[in-house]
């Protein structure tokens, strides 16, 4: 009887270790000979015979690797005194996964207007994410800046982030109607009935400052083409102004109130055409209180759904703006840190208020 331990274990078949392309697909064995492996050779397939190398494992992007990264990016962005006031100054914990975010400059889309502001975008955002694919593609390529205008001087082009090229139509701010101002004896009373019963409640507004760009607006040596030559903030400034002159006319005594609805709903109706939500392609603080005063307005119509999204809206720019974050930089002075303040404390006092107040 022979004994168990002189057999021998069947010897296993060497696996094959890059099979073509070809053996792959029809899962057959395959001997890895190069250029043209057996099979391939005997079924006269050696123009198709074709090896797929595999991925090396030293390409494989780690965790620790990622880390490296973003320190050594916090570490270049810090040298630069220009972008050193945008980066939390939170170091990035060892080992930690934790993506520390940072305050970025607005893309191009966002800084058409010349109140753009800086906005808050952490690094896994969709907008931080293409501007970095825009750089590794055209290191040259600044996105935060606007492109040269067009040919037309009505329109000005600029890239998106994906880099086409976008065509801006001509500001509203040519359209007179909109921007001009009804008597100046009417105005007043409802630029005072704002101040006297809107603002105590809501102070949205820096009063100081409203008042002094409204006196200007009735001096008699403003040349007519003023209204022609408007800047964005000025646009956004007649903007606001309709509002308040719409929310002082729902509060006067001294329009009939069959006639205070129809005038409110025009001055409604010029600072939408001025400044509408369906264009809302940039952010400011400015644009928080414009949206906080329709929200207002829209409260005391029959419009409370619009209310209601117009306060989402507001809130949605406030905290792309980093309202809801203390700022203490330098570069803020005490009247724009408290207005941000004043701003985001309205934003949440309307989302608190209006939905226990049909």
Not at 62 to 68: A, E, G, I, P
Not at 259 to 279: A, H, P
Not at 291 to 307: G, K, N, S, V
Request: hydrophobic share 35%; glycine share 4%.
């Amino acid at each position: 009887m022979m004994s168990t331990h002189n057999v021998l274990p069947p010897r296993r078949r060497r696996r094959t270790r890059l099979a073509c392309n070809p053996c792959r697909a029809r899962k057959t064995g395959c001997d890895g000979r190069r250029p043209v492996c057996t099979l391939c050779s005997m079924k006269a397939m050696g123009d198709q015979c074709a090896y797929q190398e595999r991925p090396s494992s030293s390409k494989t992007l780690t965790l620790s690797d990622v880390n490296n990264r973003l320190q050594s990016l916090e570490v270049k962005v810090r040298g630069d005194p220009h972008l050193r006031r945008n980066v939390a100054d939170t170091p990035l914990a060892s080992g930690s996964s934790t993506v520390i975010p940072v305050l970025m400059e607005q893309s191009a889309s966002h800084q058409s207007h010349d109140a753009a502001e800086e906005t808050v975008y952490g690094p896994s955002s969709n907008i931080s994410f293409l501007q970095e694919v825009i750089q590794l593609q055209d290191p040259e390529m600044d996105t935060t800046q606007p492109a040269q205008s067009s040919a037309c001087p009505n329109e000005r082009t600029m890239p998106d982030l994906l880099g086409f090229t976008e065509v801006q139509s001509p500001s509203l701010a040519h359209d007179v109607d909109l921007v001009s101002l009804p008597d100046r004896q009417l105005a007043d009373t409802l630029f005072r009935c704002f101040w006297d019963f809107i603002h105590p409640v809501f102070p949205i507004l820096h009063r100081p400052s409203i008042a002094t760009t409204y006196d200007h607006l009735w001096e008699q040596s403003m040349p007519l083409t003023y209204r022609y030559k408007q800047t964005n903030d000025d646009i956004v400034f007649h903007a606001i102004l309709n509002m308040v002159l719409a929310l002082g006319c729902q509060r006067s005594d001294q329009i009939p109130s069959a006639q205070r609805n129809q005038f409110s709903d025009s001055f409604y109706r010029r600072s939408y055409r001025l400044v509408s939500i369906e264009t809302l392609d940039f952010s400011s603080l400015q644009i928080v209180q414009l949206l906080l005063l329709r929200a207002i307005y829209l409260h005391y119509t029959t419009y409370a759904d619009r209310c209601w999204n117009m306060v989402g809206v507001a809130l949605r720019v406030a905290q792309g703006l980093g309202l809801h974050l203390e700022q203490t930089a330098s570069s803020k002075n005490q009247l724009k840190r408290e207005m941000r303040r004043r701003v985001w404390h309205n934003c949440v006092a309307l989302d608190r208020y209006l939905p226990y107040y049909p």
